[in-house]
């Protein structure tokens, strides 16, 4: 059977790309398959990649503070070409109150420093919509 | 799914070839009903020669003359987890200016040989989807892996200078398949060395091609107008002495030799395993089993057994 599919990019500017790595790396050891797009990923980039490789989630790793503008975008993209059963993940620097904002927005998680790699696969898990 | 339905945008062709991987025979063998036989160009190497920065800088040219490109990258699957990073697109990122070029990433699903069993699938739908030409890169690979050899109309291997002498080039395996060989990385070691050594074996084939050396610096683009000439005087050399009919034929019977192997191994081992290993645990002869399992597969072991008995001086009972 086909393995649950997890796209990982970071958009804009940000170029610390240590943590998305170590993320692939260990999403891979959860079972996951992981197509990582690496830094300076544009939002069309991102929708592309995720449409071309059929991903159930897309994982967004922002650590520059421009969280806001880079989810809202690629949201917008995702609503325009129809990606409405994958899922939107982020991981970074992400204050209490954004993340709410993001929540309410339509972003599934935000996952801060500190979390395990458990709790983001079982959320993936337990929350990805389409039936393997 | 239908098949026209398919070929008109990027969304399905993407859902077409999850549905191959997940098993699909459905759309699987209508794709290879309407294969047309475009050109596939076999990439292969060691892992982190270069092979997606030279097929990104190759396809970049050549999408930007309007040719509808498809790439698939291929990457191992852990055999631990049965995950995998997939990691091909992120050198290719410039070519995601064009439309007319489609990028996907698929694992070998455990799978030897340099790609997964539904590979040939995936090339299938591209091939009916309507594109021009094909990359497809296996996965890095060692001395072994040419079952690229079966799917690909050309095969471009791709080396780096200063890895082994003259004895690892005489050797059977890869550097027999190739139709061109790149040495990339020329910037880096002894690249003329290498070539050199390659001279060796660069004889003709038995279908009257030459095999082609040369060298490149993907990153910095240099080599790559060379690479693409030797691309085209490959494809047309195929076409004048009426060689690329019977690599597409190979192809379609190759296809159709994986479903054959994927049904074993899920007999032998995915459907089954637990239970023959419980059955092992319970006190069950284990030559029992392996009659069950070879008669499922449709093989009368018990000649095997007749033939082994008559063999003089094995002696005993066999197996």
Do not use: C
Not at chain 2, 80 to 107: P, Q, T
Not at chain 2, 114 to 143: C, K, W
Not at chain 2, 236 to 247: A, D, R, V
Not at chain 2, 297 to 315: A, L, P, T
Request: no cysteine; charged share 30%; net charge neutral.
């Amino acid at each position: 059977m086909r393995k649950i599919r997890i796209l990982i990019a970071k958009p804009g500017l940000d170029g610390h790309d240590r943590g998305a790595k170590v993320l692939a790396r260990s999403l891979m050891d959860e079972g996951f398959e992981v197509i990582y797009t690496g830094i300076h990923q544009t939002a069309e980039d991102i929708i592309r990649s995720a449409i071309e490789e059929d991903v159930d989630v897309i994982g967004l790793s922002i650590l520059s503070g421009a969280h806001m503008y880079h989810f809202r975008r690629v949201l917008e993209l995702m609503k325009e070409n129809g990606l409405d059963d994958v899922l939107l993940i982020g991981g970074g620097i992400v204050p209490e109150d954004d993340k709410k904002k993001l929540i309410e927005m339509g972003v599934n998680a935000i996952f801060n420093p500190g979390t395990s790699i458990k709790e983001i696969s079982e959320f993936i898990k337990n929350n990805v919509r389409r039936i393997k | 799914m239908n098949i026209d339905e398919i070929m008109s945008d990027r969304k399905k062709i993407a859902k077409a070839i999850s549905e191959v991987e997940n098993g699909n025979t459905l759309i699987a063998t209508e794709a290879l009903r309407r294969i047309r036989g475009i050109d596939v160009i076999g990439v292969t190497g060691v892992p982190g020669s270069g092979k997606s920065t030279l097929i990104s800088k190759i396809a970049y040219k050549m999408a930007k003359e309007g040719k509808k490109i498809a790439i698939i990258g291929i990457d191992p699957t852990s055999p631990f987890s049965g995950g995998a990073v997939l990691g091909d697109r992120i050198r290719m990122k410039e070519l995601n200016r064009f439309d007319n070029v489609f990028i996907r990433s698929i694992s070998t699903g455990g799978k030897l040989g340099g790609m997964s069993y539904h590979t040939p699938d995936v090339i299938n739908i591209l091939d009916a989807a309507g594109f021009d030409l094909i990359f497809l890169e296996t996965v890095g690979t060692g001395q072994d892996e040419v079952d690229v050899m079966n799917i690909a109309t050309t095969i471009m291997v791709v080396l780096v200078p200063t890895l082994g002498d003259e004895v690892q080039v005489i050797k059977a395996g890869q550097l027999e398949i190739g139709d061109i060989f790149v040495v990339n990385k020329a910037d880096q070691g002894a690249a003329d060395e290498k070539i050199k050594e390659m001279t060796l074996i660069l004889k003709e084939r038995k279908d009257g091609w030459i095999p082609k050396i040369m060298k490149s610096v993907a990153v910095t683009n240099q080599g790559i107008d060379e690479i693409i000439r030797a691309l085209d005087e490959h494809k047309n050399f195929i076409i004048e002495k009426g060689i690329k009919n019977k690599k597409i034929m190979e192809r379609m019977l190759y296809t159709i030799k994986q479903y054959a192997l994927e049904r074993i191994e899920n007999i032998m081992y995915n459907e089954n395993i637990e239970k023959y290993i419980n059955q092992i645990k319970d006190g069950k002869d284990i030559s029992r089993i392996i009659d069950e399992i070879m008669l499922e597969m449709g093989v009368n072991y018990g000649k095997g057994r007749e033939i082994y008995r008559k063999v003089e001086g094995m002696g005993g009972e066999g197996p």
